[in-house]
């Protein structure tokens, strides 16, 4: 099946710094989608982008596709200690079905 | 409030001793989904559900049964469960949206159920 993947690092931030983390998919997409997941707890949506967007933006959230590379990428500005989670994201393909990376943990410090 | 609900949070069972995990959902949708996430494998999809009384194989199926008689509930059977069943799982569901209305695609999730198998 198709995956998104992020790059396999584990971020370690300064508060007030920003945070990018990336992700590429191998086959087309209807839209890509990045979550977040704190410690153990459900996974929580925060934002979409379509396949014919190049980049969104959402609060102190901003993700670009490029889809000529298959490839995306979240940042999370003037990061917070709440910020520290672990980020997914996931490519739509199929019957509604999502397809979810493996993760990047981020950690920001205060 | 719109919630995913799965219970239990948290369950330590023994080889071979057949369980089940609810899941229940109050905002209508269409599609329900059980994932499991393992370290280092992230999450794998076990199996779905377009609408009533239509579930289908995700990529990990095996062990594992469903069924969807309720619009609002998606429960997951563990037949025999075995220890590599070990894992947290996860209840999702959503809106069945299309390239024109890609915001009923987003996925909500349930807190989690921990299951430990010995």
């Known amino acids: 099946s198709q995956q998104g993947e992020e790059d396999p690092q584990a971020l370690s931030i300064q508060e007030g710094e920003n945070a990018t983390m990336n992700c590429s998919y191998k086959?087309?997409?209807?839209?890509l989608q990045w979550y977040r997941q704190n410690s153990g707890r459900g996974l929580v949506h925060l934002i979409l982008?379509?396949?014919?967007?190049r980049e969104k933006h959402s609060g102190r959230l901003r993700v670009t596709l490029d889809t000529s590379k298959k490839s995306s990428s979240l940042l999370i500005t003037a990061s917070r200690a709440a910020d520290t989670a672990s980020y997914f994201c996931?490519?739509?393909?199929?019957?509604?079905?999502?397809?979810f990376g493996k993760g990047n943990q981020v950690v920001v410090i205060p | 409030e719109a919630q995913v609900t799965q219970n239990p949070r948290y369950l330590i069972t023994v080889t071979g001793k057949k369980l089940t995990v609810t899941c229940s959902q109050n905002?209508?949708?269409?599609?329900m989904s059980w994932y499991r996430q393992d370290p280092g494998l992230g999450l794998r999809q076990i199996y779905y559900?377009?609408?009533?009384?239509?579930?289908d194989k995700g990529d990990v199926p095996e062990g594992y049964k469903v069924s969807r008689k309720e619009k609002r509930n998606f429960p997951l059977i563990l037949e025999s469960p075995s220890p590599n069943q070990t894992s947290l799982y996860f209840c999702?569901?959503?809106?069945?949206?299309?390239?024109?209305?890609?915001?009923?695609?987003?996925?909500?999730f349930g807190a989690g159920t921990r299951l430990s198998v010995l």
């Open positions: 982008i379509r396949s014919n967007e």
């Open positions: 999702a569901s959503s809106s069945v949206g299309d390239t024109t209305r890609p915001a009923k695609n987003i996925q909500y």
């Open positions: 996931a490519t739509l393909y199929g019957n509604n079905r999502l397809a």
């Open positions: 086959t087309s997409i209807n839209n």
């Open positions: 905002m209508n949708h269409e599609y």
């Open positions: 559900s377009m609408n009533v009384e239509v579930t």
